[in-house]
């Protein structure tokens, strides 16, 4: 996949497919190239198959620019797991493999680890700047924010242009990811996440879409000079879902805080009940700190992510 291959003022449809283990896999890659040079911006959405938001985001946002007044380009992949996504499901059915976790890839591995390194090699590669849009799925509730790695500051520079009500910065990247394979190419990055529920609520999808034209202009593709916005809270610590709160039992979970509330270490956060509505497990805090993920299906299943506990930056 090269961009430059492509005509200049124009918007492009084009599919990246590759074969694994006998699967065809074909990803929609949507490119728009500005009428003049300038820098590539990349936005990627539905790594997770229940993930919602940034797909129509990435829907809306090509079918509006203008390439006429663009200055660069703007390469995305509305869709980078097709398996999962229409499987309704974060993990891959045909592998069970979570493509969020297994990058930058293999092109001789699994379904999923090959859609990984086709991403990286065919489309991060292109990127002066990366955005991945990602949200809670169908079983977890998450605030509408923008994160970033902490120490880079094109990155922070551009979480605070994006708008989201919610900022979150983290010191350590996990590896497998999209963004720590954005990281190991030099290349800066967000992510986002938001309610989900296997919905679109109309406020997350303005966050995403405006955010993603402000970006935009901050890199001088569109025309513009976005200032910083204010967000309502500044968040510090792992953003890493794996560090959840988790049980090895099924139940019912009945949560006994809300998203974003500030809690302190030994906290009741809610419990797990039998099908009599005896209390199986309670889950207390492990650390003062902001509720940032709830699993707010109360149908649990064993290592099932619960709750997240994050720290507040000093503003």
Same mark, same amino acid.
């Given at each position: 996949?090269?961009?430059?291959?492509?005509?200049? #003022?124009?918007?492009? *449809?084009?599919?990246?497919?590759?074969?694994?283990?006998?699967?065809?896999?074909?990803?929609?890659?949507?490119?728009?190239?500005?009428?003049?040079?300038?820098?590539?911006?990349?936005?990627?959405?539905?790594?997770?198959?229940?993930?919602?938001?940034?797909? %129509?985001?990435? @829907?809306?946002?090509?079918?509006?620019?203008?390439?006429?007044?663009?200055?660069?380009?703007?390469?995305?992949?509305?869709?980078? &797991?097709?398996?999962? @996504? $229409?499987?309704?499901?974060?993990?891959?059915?045909?592998? &069970?493999? *979570?493509?969020?976790?297994?990058?930058?890839? *293999?092109?001789?591995?699994?379904?999923?680890?090959?859609?990984? $390194?086709?991403?990286?090699?065919?489309?991060?590669?292109?990127?002066? @700047?990366?955005?991945?849009?990602?949200?809670?799925?169908? !079983?977890?509730?998450?605030?509408?924010?923008?994160?970033?790695?902490?120490?880079?500051?094109?990155?922070?520079?551009?979480? &605070?242009?994006?708008?989201?009500?919610?900022?979150w910065a983290h010191d350590t990247i996990p590896p497998g990811r999209t963004v720590s394979a954005a990281r190991a190419r030099g290349?800066? $990055?967000?992510?986002?996440?938001?309610?989900?529920?296997?919905?679109?609520?109309?406020?997350?999808?303005?966050?995403?879409? #405006?955010?993603?034209? %402000?970006?935009?202009?901050?890199?001088?593709?569109?025309?513009? +000079?976005?200032?910083?916005?204010?967000?309502?809270? !500044?968040?510090?610590?792992?953003?890493?879902?794996?560090? +959840?709160?988790?049980? +090895?039992? =099924?139940?019912?979970?009945?949560?006994?805080?809300?998203?974003?509330?500030?809690?302190? =270490?030994?906290?009741?956060?809610?419990?797990?009940?039998?099908?009599?509505?005896?209390?199986?497990?309670?889950?207390?805090?492990?650390? /003062?700190?902001?509720?940032?993920?709830?699993?707010?299906?109360?149908?649990? #299943?064993?290592? /099932?992510?619960?709750?997240?506990?994050?720290?507040? !930056?000093?503003?």
């Open positions: 996949m090269n961009p430059s291959a492509h005509a200049r #003022n124009a918007r492009h *449809n084009l599919s990246l497919s590759f074969s694994s283990h006998g699967h065809d896999i074909e990803l929609p890659v949507i490119l728009l190239r500005g009428a003049s040079p300038g820098q590539t911006l990349v936005v990627t959405a539905g790594v997770h198959g229940d993930e919602y938001e940034g797909v %129509r985001a990435i @829907f809306e946002i090509t079918s509006q620019l203008d390439t006429a007044v663009m200055s660069g380009d703007l390469l995305c992949v509305p869709v980078c &797991n097709p398996p999962a @996504f $229409w499987n309704v499901s974060r993990s891959s059915p045909l592998d &069970n493999g *979570n493509l969020a976790r297994v990058f930058p890839g *293999n092109s001789e591995g699994s379904p999923t680890e090959a859609i990984a $390194w086709y991403i990286d090699r065919h489309i991060l590669a292109h990127a002066d @700047f990366y955005i991945d849009l990602h949200s809670a799925g169908v !079983r977890c509730l998450m605030p509408t924010m923008i994160g970033y790695e902490s120490g880079d500051a094109r990155a922070e520079a551009a979480a &605070n242009i994006f708008g989201a009500p919610v900022i290349i800066p $990055w967000l992510y986002t996440e938001a309610r989900g529920a296997g919905r679109i609520h109309p406020d997350d999808l303005a966050v995403y879409r #405006n955010g993603v034209c %402000r970006l935009l202009q901050h890199l001088d593709i569109l025309p513009g +000079s976005p200032t910083p916005a204010a967000p309502t809270l !500044r968040l510090h610590g792992d953003g890493n879902v794996d560090a +959840s709160i988790t049980t +090895s039992r =099924k139940g019912f979970l009945i949560p006994e805080v809300d998203l974003l509330d500030t809690v302190t =270490k030994g906290q009741t956060l809610g419990t797990l009940r039998g099908l009599y509505g005896e209390i199986l497990e309670t889950f207390t805090a492990p650390r /003062d700190g902001v509720v940032a993920l709830i699993h707010v299906c109360p149908l649990i #299943n064993s290592g /099932d992510p619960l709750f997240l506990i994050t720290g507040i !930056r000093d503003q």
